[in-house]
């Protein structure tokens, strides 16, 4: 007799990140599950990624997808279709799928028993439920409408009035209504016109909700918390871990978006053995620790951080420009320039250089469709850095980038870290600066991507960490600015 197979729930991750974040993402779905779930990590066609956790698990297989994956269309349903059947060849009937989200983490245990339960009980939330001939203007649903296939489509072979929408990254159903939506997907694309050119908008937020409610049991239920609020303002902290995601539902296990850093604190903090029991000790209600084991244990974990802090080094940017004449008798650094539209070099400071005789100070603005008044404020030693780029402008959308100043800390050797920070409150505008820092070296540039972000009463810190760079020609890290927003920051290299 061929024996049963344990696994109840299998998910999908249709992988983009690095390749060396994938044994961080493999070790926290490892650590959070048990027998019952398997993982299909879906890459895109030829990529190829070794990772030691998945080989040796036995529970994460990873696989190619068929076709390349675009942001809208339907290419990424498709790709969790193709794990959805992938793990069927491979395992027979098993219960659920839920896909997910590779910039997605869980947070903590898998609750099979919890999930069934709000599944079977809760009334299922579509984020939207649109008639067809009276399209909202929120959301993917005016483009929809005006693209003119999607919704005569399924009025006229469906038979349906009504569309609903609802967030792929955690949607979790029964096996058996996941596969009518790949039955639905495929009859769909059949059609002419259907899948080229590509739908423009994300078919998997709508087609799988759509199918559920009108076809299937129309059960399903998020086992994922996605902060959609915050745009630019930050990924997933350690506090929200511990003070919002714990406090939510228990079929909440996994939370959206975390920086996809092997650097960055939170995701280490839920791929890490011994960190993640830390964490779950950390969340047990007050009723199974008293306040003198709390206070134990948060006086043992400040121990444990401040060797470590006493230990960093971290300077001004501007501490090796101490000696130069281009700042004033208090020590600062002024600079004013208004420019036409166009494209412009600066250089802020003539006497401050490298070894190599080059400005440690200067700024390159991008091919400018309309003019800058550009001024620059750098104190030193403290580094603190006032950058004003008028003419002023409403910033109620993304900021447009104007430039970026280049500072050099005038270093020999290779920093190991950059710390950026901003006054609070971070606005959705300001924080598009700590997403925009990048280092110029070697002759080219690289963006720096932040690997944690902590909050503070005061101010924001972002950290960056540095790999080991060429130093022969010198490192500059550039400050984005953006036309209308003026930022106060300071800048220190480890």
Known sequence: ???????????????????????????????????????????????????????????????????????????????????????????????????????????????????????????PFYSVLAKLDDLPDVWWWKVLGEDGRFTPFIGSQWGLDTACSYQIEGNFACREDWMEVGRRLDEMLSFPHMGSPPLPYPVEEVLPATVFKYFRSGRHVSICHAYWDRGPLGPVTIPDIIEDLWTMPPEICMAKWFMRSVANPAAIAVSTGWSAQLLASMSEPSTQSGPTQRLVRRLMLDELGRPQREEEDFASITGRWASSAAFGPDRTLLFHQAMPAGYHVLTLAETVTTQAGEAAAYAVTEDMDRPLDLKIRIEQPTGAIRIQSGPPEALDRAPTLAGHLYLSPLLETCPTAIRVRMPQPLTAATAHVLRRVVIRHAGHQDNLTECHRARLPEYIEAYYMIADLDMTAGLWVGLPFFHGLDVDLTVEVL
């Open 1 to 123: 007799m061929t024996p049963v197979s344990p696994v109840r729930v299998v998910f999908s991750a249709l992988y983009a990140e690095s390749d060396e974040f994938l044994e961080t993402f493999v070790s926290n779905f490892l650590l959070f599950t048990g027998s019952e779930a398997l993982l299909v990590v879906n890459l895109s066609p030829g990529r190829k990624i070794a990772c030691r956790s998945a080989a040796a698990s036995g529970r994460v297989h990873v696989i190619n997808g068929a076709i390349e994956r675009a942001a809208l269309g339907h290419t990424l349903l498709a790709a969790h279709i193709q794990s959805l059947r992938f793990a069927t060849g491979l395992l027979g009937a098993f219960d659920h799928f839920c896909p997910m989200a590779s910039n997605s983490l869980f947070v903590r245990r898998f609750d099979l028993a919890a999930t069934e339960h709000s599944l079977a009980i809760k009334t």
